[in-house]
Every structure is written in structure tokens, then in C-alpha cells.
């Protein structure tokens, strides 16, 4: 099993739509959780952290199940330049470490 | 403030060949990562540094090296390069913190690919 496991989709959704997209975790000693964005041939760069209380960053919220070990991450009122791979991202327990999910790719069509 | 930057961006190897990726960080980070992506695969780690003159085995570290004798520098180096080795090669670099996983800034990538 990986450790961290996402929906790779692709996920195509129109302009304004809300989508979605989830991961599953397996070390349950994994204490820092984020998600990453990916621009098709660039570097991955943060999109945002996300807490146990679940946070919210504009159109985009974050929700944390540690008991699931699951991490959602919605986006409301879809941009053409939210298109991007969306990385689940896990601390690898207590190592100064971190371990990147495959991904999920997002295309939004106006 | 260039931030992380890497050189080369592009190369092609042949089977055997050996070459070094630089990585370098502007921003006083103490660590600093190597990192490839492969598809389907996501990032995975190679090696990583949690200071200057120190060095640690990531999830892949086969087949290659790294140093860090300055801390804005971390080299990685490959031996012997094998068609396994073509991939996208990413560095990143964090700051130091005791309790809290900082966020990691990535260079553009160095697209490698062994023939």
C-alpha cells in the first residue's frame, strides 16, 4: 500500500464548479499535512497547510480526519488557472521528512 | 532573491556517463532535499540535508551521491548513469525548525534523460 494514495483522475470540471479531491495517509504518527500544486513541467509549490480544525484559504478548504486518516481539499467557484496536479503531501512521521502523493490532475474548461 | 535554482535544466546522458546537479538556495535555509519525479510515481527522495557538511539517505538513494560542503549548495551526483536514472530531478530547500514541517521551496527541475 502507498503511503500517501490519491485519485490521479483526471478531473475535468467547468468553470464555477465545485470539485473535490481526497487522499488517504497510512503512518498514523504523521503530525504535519499540506497540499501541494503543480503546474504541468513546473516545480510543485504550497497551496496550503492543513489543520486538524480544517482551514480555509479563499475558495479552497482544507479538512483533516486523523482518526480516517484522510485529507480533502474543496475548491469552490473553479478557475481556468486552478488547472494543475493537486499533491497530497504527509510528514513521514517523525523524520524530517516528507512524502508526496502521485497527485491528482485538475482541468477546468470555460 | 533567485530563491532555489538548479543547473543544468536539460541534459542527456549516455549509459555510464557520470554528471553533477547543483542545486542553490539563497534564502539561509539549513535543509535542503533531492527529489525525483517520475509518472504515475510522484516525488520521492533521494537525499537530503539537514545542515552544512551533513547528509542523509532519503527513499531512493541507489546510484547516487551528494554533498553539502556549503550550506546554499547541495550537489548530487551520479556515477555511473543508467536508463533507470532518466527522470525529472527536483531540489528543495526548508528552514530549520524543531517542531513544525516548514514548507519546501523547489527549484525549476533538471530533466535528465540516460540513453
Known amino acids: 500500500r502507498k503511503e500517501v494514495e490519491q485519485d490521479p483522475g483526471p478531473f475535468n470540471v467547468p468553470e464555477g464548479a465545485t470539485v473535490a479531491f481526497n487522499c488517504t495517509y497510512s503512518?498514523?504518527?504523521?503530525?504535519?499535512f499540506f497540499w501541494y500544486r503543480q503546474d504541468c513541467r513546473k516545480e510543485p509549490k504550497l497551496l496550503m497547510s492543513?489543520?486538524?480544525s480544517g482551514n480555509e484559504d479563499g475558495r479552497f478548504t482544507a479538512q483533516l480526519n486523523r482518526a480516517s486518516q484522510y485529507i480533502s481539499l474543496l475548491i469552490r467557484d473553479s478557475k481556468l488557472s486552478d488547472s494543475a496536479t493537486y499533491l497530497c503531501?504527509?510528514?513521514?512521521?517523525?523524520?524530517?521528512?516528507?512524502?508526496f502523493g502521485s497527485g491528482t490532475q485538475l482541468t477546468v474548461l470555460p | 532573491n533567485a530563491g532555489v535554482t538548479q543547473t543544468p535544466k536539460f541534459r542527456v546522458l549516455k549509459t555510464g556517463q557520470s554528471m553533477t546537479l547543483l542545486c542553490a538556495q539563497d534564502?539561509?535555509?539549513?535543509?535542503m532535499y533531492w527529489y525525483r519525479q517520475d509518472p504515475g510515481m510522484g516525488l520521492r527522495l533521494i537525499h537530503y540535508?539537514?545542515?552544512?557538511?551533513?547528509?542523509a539517505k532519503g527513499e531512493v538513494p541507489d546510484g547516487y551521491n551528494v554533498s553539502r560542503l556549503k550550506k546554499q549548495n547541495f550537489l548530487l551526483g551520479l556515477e555511473s548513469a543508467a536508463p533507470s536514472q532518466t527522470s525529472v530531478y527536483f531540489c528543495?530547500?526548508?528552514?530549520?525548525?524543531?517542531?513544525?514541517?516548514?514548507?519546501?521551496?523547489f527549484g525549476p527541475g533538471t530533466r535528465l534523460t540516460v540513453l
Open positions: 492543513v489543520y486538524s
Open positions: 503512518n498514523s504518527a504523521s503530525q504535519s
Open positions: 528543495a530547500s526548508s528552514v530549520l525548525s524543531l517542531r513544525f514541517y516548514n514548507e519546501q521551496f
Open positions: 503531501v504527509v510528514n513521514k512521521g517523525s523524520a524530517r521528512q516528507l512524502t
Open positions: 534564502m539561509n535555509h539549513e535543509y
Open positions: 540535508s539537514v545542515g552544512e557538511g551533513t547528509t
